[in-house]
């Protein structure tokens, strides 16, 4: 007789931060030294899927990323794995049946649909989506953001849609350490997503290890955390909440400049940005000049891809922009991919009055049109990346 096996099968999205966190005041527990907030994604353009199946049968935990088998001996991994445990044991104290599944070993399947060679921010889908599906899995309810968070710091903020706020806390436990929705999904409907993903060669230190010298070493962190951080966050969430584009717009990019400053200001300096980057933040602002007003925000994260928020009317004319700056190469087709939007061309008139030399085809490797999105979802079973006997179905 088989053993039996009990799954789960949920999706998680990327989000990406217009307040950034950068910098923890505890390793362990991934407390931040200021609070953040940002955008979640649409899950059809961008997602992490995950099946996590438990079962008596199952003689040790394992997962599989991507398709290959990854070990599961790492701190994060084992913190979120023995939070879930604890959790579902504390609620379940007394009921005999789900006490024997905790002792169950699970076996982990996970996959993206974007290339994690892309620099976006897969940890933050992943751990969301694994920490979504465990909790389905093993029946935890309530929120679920500090788990998240103690598998990747900005991770706590997929675990829900639309503009989310990760409160930095004040406890040691990190029990105040939780993300909260600010406004759902369905609140600013208009607002769109292009991410522009930069061609990149180049290896850059990963956010874990350049945070953490950041903290060691640059003033202008301190500063930043203590003086700058709470009053933009105030003036963030009221942005959102009155619907206030051209607010939002200038904070983003202000805070992505001055995350970007902290890096330089660490030492030794990080670089993320590359010149291609920096390009497409003086077409933003020659596009935002032209307009008279913020029209449209970049920000970056540890890497040169732009990730650019502008309202739905303007996209068709900021796609023009991009692809008179950013020619593509015609035989791509797979260019623009995600929501469909036709390219506006720019008069030639407005062309000259930016001093922006139009980059060789192949700066950037292709756009992602999204918008933002609701949080983890569950799916049916028939979705499942683990065969009947637990097992990748893709191997
Ligand atoms: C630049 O969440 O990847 O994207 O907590 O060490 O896993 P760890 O770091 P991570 O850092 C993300 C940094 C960022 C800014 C942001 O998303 O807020």
């Known amino acids: 007789m088989s053993v039996k096996i009990i799954s789960k099968t949920c999706t998680g999205p990327v989000n990406i931060a217009v307040i950034k966190y950068w910098g923890k005041r505890d390793e362990k527990l991934i407390l931040p030294i200021n609070a953040s907030l940002s955008g979640t994604l649409d899950q059809q353009q961008l997602r992490a899927k995950t099946t996590v199946a438990a079962s008596a049968g199952f003689t040790k935990d394992r997962m599989w990323l991507n398709g290959q088998e990854q070990s599961l001996d790492n701190p994060r991994l084992q913190n979120v794995l023995k939070e879930i445990r604890r959790r579902a044991r504390k609620r379940k104290s007394g009921c005999e049946d789900d006490l024997d599944m905790l002792t169950w070993r699970v076996h982990i399947c996970s996959e993206n649909n974007f290339p994690t060679a892309a620099g976006l921010a897969s940890s933050a889908a992943g751990l969301a989506c694994l920490v979504f599906s465990l909790s389905k899995l093993f029946n935890v309810d309530g929120d679920i953001s500090d788990i998240a968070r103690q598998g990747s710091g900005s991770a706590c903020r997929s675990v829900y849609g639309g503009f989310v706020e990760w409160e930095m806390g004040k406890e040691k436990d990190g029990s105040d350490s939780v993300a909260r929705q600010v406004a759902s999904e369905n609140h600013w409907p208009e607002m769109r997503v292009l991410i522009l993903v930069v061609s990149a060669d180049k290896k850059h230190v990963g956010s874990t290890a350049g945070m953490q010298t950041s903290v060691k070493t640059s003033p202008l962190l301190k500063h930043r955390a203590e003086k700058i951080v709470p009053e933009r966050m ?103 991919r995600g929501l469909l939007s036709e390219p506006q061309k720019p008069e030639q008139k407005l062309l000259n009055d930016i001093p922006i030399n139009p980059q060789p085809v192949g700066a950037l490797q292709y756009i992602i049109h999204t918008k933002v999105g609701p949080g983890p979802q569950l799916l049916e079973e028939e979705h499942s990346l683990l065969d009947v006997s637990g097992m990748p179905t893709s191997l």
Do not use: W
Not at 247 to 275: E, G
């Open 234 to 336: 105030q003036a963030m969430i009221e942005a959102i909440q009155k619907k206030d584009f051209e607010s939002f717009a200038d904070l983003t990019m202000k805070d992505s400049n001055q995350f970007h400053s902290v890096c330089l200001d660490t030492y030794p300096p990080i670089s993320y940005m590359t010149d291609i980057s920096h390009k497409i933040v003086r077409m933003v602002h020659a596009i935002n000049a032209h307009f008279k007003k913020s029209v449209l925000a970049y920000t970056f994260d540890a890497g040169p891809n732009a990730c650019l928020y502008l309202l739905e009317d303007h996209v068709p004319l900021v796609l023009g922009f991009i692809n008179h700056f950013f020619p593509y190469d015609v035989n791509n087709e797979q260019y623009i």
